[in-house]
């Protein structure tokens, strides 16, 4: 082989590793944004119950303080900052928020603070979950009713984090504003 030939062959070898690093780099979780890295896996435990991973990356050098959702007097945790974005096989796209039942009382804000190079982990179970479709307006956040369930079929799911600020009046925490998107995983649903 001349030396034309293997400079083409070094080449082509190097692009098939940089083409497989950057493929594996995209299934691993969405684009970061502003330090801040989201991505869906599935979970090990169970994975016949539909069983799903949200992993919130912070992948700067620097502290993240998020405003991950709501928290009652009671001390159970809602991540009403994420929202799943399911599309089943023809092409209807579902964008549900993760809840429970309405609340009534005194209700704080779920705060967490993320270390720079730190991952948090949230366990999402379809079967054993509670989802609501978003009403439009200021309760767009707080879901109210347990009304989706999956069909069996295909689906994709995605994550999305909404960062936003405090919205009790005099505090002044600064929370990670804007929105990051995760990758895009495939699942099925078995029949019954």
């Known amino acids: 082989m001349n030396g034309i030939g293997r400079g083409i062959s070094v080449v082509l070898i190097f692009g098939v590793i940089i083409l497989f690093a950057c493929t594996a780099l995209a299934q691993r979780g969405g684009r970061a944004v502003g330090g801040l890295q989201v991505a869906v896996s599935f979970g090990q435990d169970q994975p016949e119950k539909s069983t799903f991973l949200i992993e919130l990356r912070n992948v700067a050098n620097n502290d993240l303080t998020l405003n991950l959702g709501i928290m009652p007097g009671n001390g159970i945790q809602y991540p009403t900052a994420l929202n799943l974005i ?4 023809q092409g209807r796209v579902r964008r549900l928020v993760i809840g429970g039942p309405p609340l009534a009382g005194r209700v704080f804000p779920w705060v967490l603070h993320l270390a720079g190079g730190s991952t948090f982990n949230i366990p999402i179970d379809f079967v054993d979950s509670t989802f609501s479709i ?7 956040n707080y879901p109210l009713y347990p009304i989706y369930k999956l069909s069996p079929g295909t689906y994709s799911i995605q994550a999305l984090f909404i960062g ?4 009790i009046p005099g505090i002044s925490t600064p929370y990670w504003e804007g929105t990051a998107t995760s990758n895009q995983l495939r699942f099925e649903v078995p029949g019954q």
Do not use: A
Request: glycine share 6%; net charge negative; charged share 35%.
């Open 164 to 167: 936003s600020r405090d919205t």
């Open 134 to 140: 978003p009403l439009v307006g200021l309760l767009e």
């Open 86 to 89: 399911v599309t089943d096989e």
